[in-house]
């Protein structure tokens, strides 16, 4: 080899060396922040006023409006605020678990593609969840792309977990925020890939069964139910049977009136739908006075389509003053401490207790009565009875109690009645 080409050789291998050594560097200072450093730059979570968050056919905004955060995805429905508040803090504080080495034609091994309104079926399972954050003015404050679970595999030996499936469990998620920027956080996002759901204010019906002193359910068609208590410690009974129709079913009972209990909605359905689309024009009323006065009214409508068993449902609250003959318990309990005190001052504070609860249940069914809910099957179910649901039927008497109340033999003959006047065994 003559000399002149050797060295053309070596430069161009210090060349090809320091080409590769400013590549590392670049890339090495292109990379992230160490591990400990938060994922997103710093933004101010004050200015946040709409989160987008867009999958693979989802696509939710929770934004402000007037104000007021609402699920604009969901016609507006006012959104959880405790949710939002903990999801912006918890977007804000993420931290970097492990930078991945991870090139373009491997996101989709991470669930880490940009979402699409239609995948291909190639890409199903490549696509993540892309959650913005945008300010009054739709300017861009922070962006995130939200992959697949870190599932964690338990030691070899170690037991399997049902729960978690043979013993693996999340443990972290993959994550990116630009490009070429893939992170392992150290905890699980779960809560912001929801669905729309989970981001709406879930404060509904919770009427437990022993404050309830009144229960109708009434409608088309259907014989009407009504529910009692005699006193404030009786049990609810079934107004109206009659001994031949037989007995109340206390379970039957007690699962009606539960069924107020925790009661939560589903979805919201569009507010343009008539009366008539919904069935709520014929519907199914149930209403509910608890021991203070409230009044619940739900109206259960159609079922959405004939292919599920969901209901459309209404709801408004109103607040009755109870009734004498329940507040004479009320009365009657406070009527040791009120004669300890000034009786112009126990009324003043009573007074100012039913004020407040008065403009909490106006303030309930302002925001209740306008909107159409709709009701899982397994929910409406318990309110959906029949009064024939409620009762025990007669049994049918046994064959030796049938024949113990057979008529007499023929050849017995008629019984003689006692001539008038005559002692008949009751006396003179």
Request: glycine fraction near 6%; hydrophobic fraction near 40%.
């Given at each position: 080899?003559?000399?002149?080409?050797?060295?053309?050789?070596?430069?161009?291998?210090?060349?090809?060396?320091?080409?590769?050594?400013?590549?590392?560097?670049?890339?090495?200072?292109?990379?992230?922040?160490?591990?400990?450093?938060?994922?997103?730059?710093?933004?101010?979570?004050?200015?946040?006023?709409?989160?987008?968050?867009?999958?693979?056919?989802?696509?939710?905004?929770?934004?402000?409006?007037?104000?007021?955060?609402?699920?604009?995805?969901?016609?507006?429905?006012?959104?959880?605020?405790?949710?939002?508040?903990?999801?912006?803090?918890?977007?804000?504080?993420?931290?970097?678990?492990?930078?991945?080495?991870?090139?373009?034609?491997?996101?989709?091994?991470?669930?880490?593609?940009?979402?699409?309104?239609?995948?291909?079926?190639?890409?199903?399972?490549?696509?993540?969840?892309?959650?913005?954050?945008?300010?009054?003015?739709?300017?861009?404050?922070?962006?995130?792309?939200?992959?697949?679970?870190?599932?964690h595999q338990a030691p070899a030996g170690a037991p399997a977990n049902p729960?978690?499936?043979?013993?693996?469990?999340?443990?972290?998620?993959?994550?990116?925020?630009?490009?070429?920027?893939?992170?392992?956080?150290?905890?699980?996002?779960?809560?912001?890939?929801?669905?729309?759901?989970?981001?709406?204010?879930?404060?509904?019906?919770?009427?437990?069964?022993?404050?309830?002193?009144?229960?109708?359910?009434?409608?088309?068609?259907?014989?009407?139910?009504?529910?009692?208590?005699?006193?404030?410690?009786?049990?609810?009974?079934?107004?109206?049977?009659?001994?031949?129709?037989?007995?109340?079913?206390?379970?039957?009972?007690?699962?009606?009136?539960?069924?107020?209990?925790?009661?939560?909605?589903?979805?919201?359905?569009?507010?343009?739908?008539?009366a008539k689309e919904t069935g709520l024009d014929r519907a199914i009323v149930?209403?509910?006075?608890?021991?203070?006065?409230?009044?619940?009214?739900?109206?259960?409508?159609?079922?959405?389509?004939?292919?599920?068993?969901?209901?459309?449902?209404?709801?408004?609250?109103?607040?009755?003053?109870?009734?004498?003959a329940q507040t004479a318990t009320n009365k009657a309990e406070t009527s040791?401490?009120?004669?300890?005190?000034?009786?112009?001052?126990?009324?003043?504070?009573?007074?100012?207790?039913?004020?407040?609860?008065?403009?909490?249940?106006?303030?309930?069914?302002?925001?209740?009565?306008?909107?159409?809910?709709?009701?899982?099957?397994?929910?409406?179910?318990?309110?959906?009875?029949?009064?024939?649901?409620?009762?025990?039927?007669?049994?049918?008497?046994?064959?030796?109690?049938?024949?113990?109340?057979?008529?007499?033999?023929?050849?017995?003959?008629?019984?003689?009645?006692?001539?008038?006047?005559?002692?008949?065994?009751?006396?003179?």
């Amino acid at each position: 080899m003559k000399l002149k080409t050797f060295v053309i050789l070596i430069v161009l291998a210090v060349l090809l060396g320091g080409m590769a050594y400013w590549t590392v560097q670049n890339k090495t200072a292109a990379m992230p922040p160490v591990i400990g450093s938060k994922v997103l730059p710093p933004f101010p979570l004050n200015e946040v006023s709409k989160i987008l968050i867009l999958s693979s056919g989802t696509n939710i905004t929770v934004a402000k409006t007037q104000g007021i955060w609402t699920v604009a995805s969901r016609f507006n429905y006012p959104a959880k605020f405790a949710t939002i508040v903990e999801s912006l803090r918890e977007l804000s504080d993420l931290k970097v678990g492990q930078a991945m080495a991870v090139t373009e034609s491997e996101l989709g091994q991470f669930s880490l593609l940009a979402p699409a309104p239609n995948v291909t079926s190639n890409a199903i399972g490549q696509t993540g969840t892309l959650l913005q954050l945008l300010n009054e003015k739709n300017q861009m404050l922070a962006s995130l792309l939200i992959g697949k679970h870190f599932m964690h595999q338990a030691p070899a030996g170690a037991p399997a977990n049902p729960m978690m499936g043979m013993g693996a469990y999340p443990d972290g998620q993959y994550v990116r925020t630009g490009k070429d920027q893939v992170f392992l956080v150290a905890k699980t996002l779960d809560r912001l890939t929801d669905n729309a759901k989970s981001w709406m204010d879930d404060e509904f019906i919770n009427v437990p069964a022993q404050d309830i002193v009144e229960m109708t359910v009434t409608g088309p068609d259907c014989i009407p139910i009504i529910l009692r208590r005699a006193k404030d410690d009786d049990p609810l009974i079934l107004d109206g049977l009659r001994a031949d129709e037989g007995t109340a079913d206390p379970a039957k009972i007690s699962q009606l009136s539960g069924g107020l209990n925790y009661l939560g909605f589903d979805d919201i359905a569009a507010p343009t739908l008539t009366a008539k689309e919904t069935g709520l024009d014929r519907a199914i009323v149930i209403k509910a006075r608890t021991r203070k006065g409230r009044l619940y009214t739900l109206s259960i409508g159609n079922t959405l389509t004939n292919d599920t068993f969901d209901r459309y449902m209404q709801v408004s609250v109103a607040y009755e003053p109870p009734a004498a003959a329940q507040t004479a318990t009320n009365k009657a309990e406070t009527s040791s401490a009120e004669t300890k005190s000034d009786p112009a001052d126990a009324q003043k504070k009573k007074d100012e207790e039913t004020k407040i609860f008065t403009e909490q249940t106006q303030a309930l069914n302002s925001k209740l009565s306008p909107w159409i809910y709709v009701l899982k099957s397994y929910r409406a179910e318990s309110l959906l009875v029949k009064r024939d649901d409620l009762i025990k039927k007669p049994e049918p008497p046994r064959k030796d109690e049938a024949a113990d109340t057979a008529a007499p033999p023929a050849d017995a003959g008629p019984a003689k009645a006692s001539a008038p006047g005559k002692d008949n065994g009751q006396g003179k």
